[in-house]
């Protein structure tokens, strides 16, 4: 989120539990709110290098800059700032509002704070940690996790104004422990012996399904695929029991 690696931000060790007082330092600029930067007028050209100083700035984001020149001066017209959204775990801290998503660069939030959510209950030791900016959401009982982030893009996509560009992070939760999947994603896998190995691999099934579900909501709306560039990361994968 910032460029950095977490070894120079202090958060190398583990996430961000409640019970630990910080998070991403509030000095560091992330991505989100430099992106939103991008549309602020200007009388001059900005460096995005100075926008975003600690990670390489592809070529292509200047091309969201033009230029109007009439008899006594230059004008830069830039088009509105990002509409940020975040999709998923958030891993920064969260101890104080301001290092809550919403207070680091994102227009809206939905999902969880800390780690190892149940996937149904969506509880951490026993209470509910899944929120809607900064507001608990508690009507999600019985819910799997990944169907409702992919319904939360479908909700961001449908009122998304295609004349403002659009940054979106998901970060989902599969397969992180717990390993939990709907049985009709585990029953596929029938052929497994091992039972945790037989539910991971439901879990990967239903994570390249919602890829592949919100892969087609950019193609619906044709403006945001073809001007759109995904980038999917995996960090690690966990078996835990």
Request: glycine share 8%.
């Amino acid at each position: 989120m910032t460029g950095r690696y977490p070894i120079h931000t202090g958060l190398q060790h583990e996430v961000v539990h409640p019970t630990n007082p910080f998070g991403l330092p509030l000095d560091f600029q992330t991505l989100p709110g430099q992106l939103k930067k991008v549309g602020k007028p200007s009388h001059r050209l900005p460096k995005l290098r100075y926008l975003f100083p600690y990670a390489p700035i592809h070529n292509s984001l200047h091309n969201i800059i033009s230029y109007y020149e009439d008899h006594r001066f230059s004008v830069i017209v830039i088009p509105p700032g990002y509409a940020t959204h975040l999709v998923g775990k958030w891993h920064l801290g969260f101890y104080k509002w301001p290092y809550v998503p919403t207070k680091r660069g994102f227009d809206t939030a939905y999902g969880f704070w800390d780690g190892a959510e149940g996937h149904f209950d969506h509880k951490r030791d026993g209470v509910v940690d899944f929120r809607n900016g900064t507001e608990p959401v508690t009507n999600l009982d019985g819910k799997y996790a990944t169907n409702e982030y992919v319904q939360r893009v479908k909700e961001i996509m449908d009122s998304h104004d295609p004349k403002q560009p659009l940054f979106l992070y998901m970060a989902f939760q599969n397969v992180h422990n717990p390993i939990q999947a709907p049985d009709k994603y585990v029953n596929k896998y029938d052929f497994i012996n091992q039972k945790m190995r037989r539910v991971h691999a439901g879990m990967a099934d239903i994570l390249d399904e919602a890829v592949g579900n919100i892969t087609k909501m950019f193609k619906e709306k044709g403006y945001v695929w073809q001007n759109s560039g995904i980038v999917l990361l995996l960090t690690r994968v966990f078996l835990g029991s």
